[in-house]
């Protein structure tokens, strides 16, 4: 059966590690032939700075090559209903379109965000999960309803700063965004921070924001393999006192999912969960970072975001790297 790298939770937490021991090996020795005389088919149906460099450059340093597919650059809109009567605007089904990639590239990316429209459709993960039955070949999440290379480049950008996560007090905290986001980054914080044996706490405005309960039942079974905890409060003091770790994201209430101009009056209400000095002067000299893009002095002030605590470039950086290894692992 052929292995795809579609979210952290299909590997344990050794193999996860040894993921980022490779994408160390390759930081410090970066041009490999890995990738040599293969290809991969980058599919964006969403748009992208980082990832899209970063799987591009990281194919040619191992001496592969990308191929990047989107609607705006002449791709088929797709079907992904099985058994549909396919009279609307998709013009190929896509069975067809993965089983023929398959016979031309070695791997394939899929970035496709939710459509915002239902959750309870969304967090099927449809289209990636739909690539992945119908691939031959290795399909890696670019980015759907969780973002594992994030999830990895964030691992790795810690461990480089702190070492062992082991004991680690880590706070994921929502943060004012004048339009409701996907939640899939903070998905993937979540479920890494408690996979690599960190103490969590989500820190959200009101318990509408709480995540997916999938997520936050893997976060804490996660937290009990390792004999650490998930805590979730709206109390931003507690939050922030004494952590190692400050993580900002800004993400939709799932109770509200398509229903947006409802959920505006409690998002506009919690402007302040700002990430500021002061919120950072509670915590114990943590380190601080954002998966980007990230709307300066709303989600976080330029005086901590421009802070040496700020790993979030180091972060953005090991995308490159970890890209590599998982690519790398597939192909093997």
């Known amino acids: 059966m052929t292995r795809h790298f579609l979210n952290t939770f299909d590997y344990s937490q050794a193999e996860i590690q040894a993921l980022l021991d ?19 088919a980058l599919v964006f149906l969403n748009n992208s700075l980082r990832t899209r460099t970063s799987f591009d450059v990281g194919a040619r340093q191992m001496g592969g090559h990308a191929i990047v597919l989107s609607p ?20 190929e089904h896509v069975s067809e379109a993965a089983q023929v990639l398959s016979r031309y590239v070695d791997l394939i990316g899929i970035r496709a965000f939710p459509k915002f429209e239902d959750w309870e459709e ?22 759907t309803i969780t973002h594992p290379c994030q999830e ?5 950008a810690l461990q480089e700063h702190m070492g062992s996560l082991d004991g680690k007090k880590f706070v994921l905290t929502w943060s004012y ?50 004999g650490r905890s998930v ?17 900002a994201k800004s993400w939709g209430a799932l109770p509200y999912f398509g229903r947006w101009e409802e959920e505006k009056p409690i998002r506009d209400a919690h402007r302040n969960f700002i990430v500021d000095a002061r919120k950072m002067a509670l915590t114990d000299d943590a380190l601080v970072s954002h998966c980007l893009p990230m709307r300066r002095n709303v989600i976080m002030t330029d005086e901590v975001f421009d ?12 995308r490159l790297h970890v890209q590599k290894a998982i690519m790398r692992n597939l192909v093997r």
């Open 22 to 40: 490779d994408a160390r090996r390759l930081k410090e020795s970066p041009f490999t032939r890995d990738l040599e005389n293969k290809t991969i």
């Open 72 to 91: 705006s650059s002449g791709m088929w809109a797709l079907e992904y209903e099985p058994g549909a009567v396919m009279l609307d605007e998709a013009e």
């Open 122 to 143: 969304d967090r099927k993960d449809k289209v990636l999960q739909s690539w992945a039955k119908h691939s031959q070949v290795p399909v890696i999440n670019m980015e």
């Open 152 to 156: 990895l480049a964030l691992a790795m």
């Open 177 to 226: 965004h004048p339009r409701p986001l996907n939640t899939a980054v903070a998905n993937s914080a979540l479920m890494i921070a408690s996979k690599m044996g960190m103490d969590v706490t989500l820190l959200v405005p009101t318990e509408e924001f709480v995540l997916d309960e999938r997520y936050m039942s893997i976060a804490e079974g996660y937290a009990a393999e390792n």
């Open 231 to 247: 805590r979730v409060t709206t109390d931003i003091e507690s939050a922030y006192t004494g952590a190692e770790v400050v993580y």
């Open 307 to 318: 802070s040496p605590s700020c790993v979030a470039y180091d972060e953005a950086e090991n």
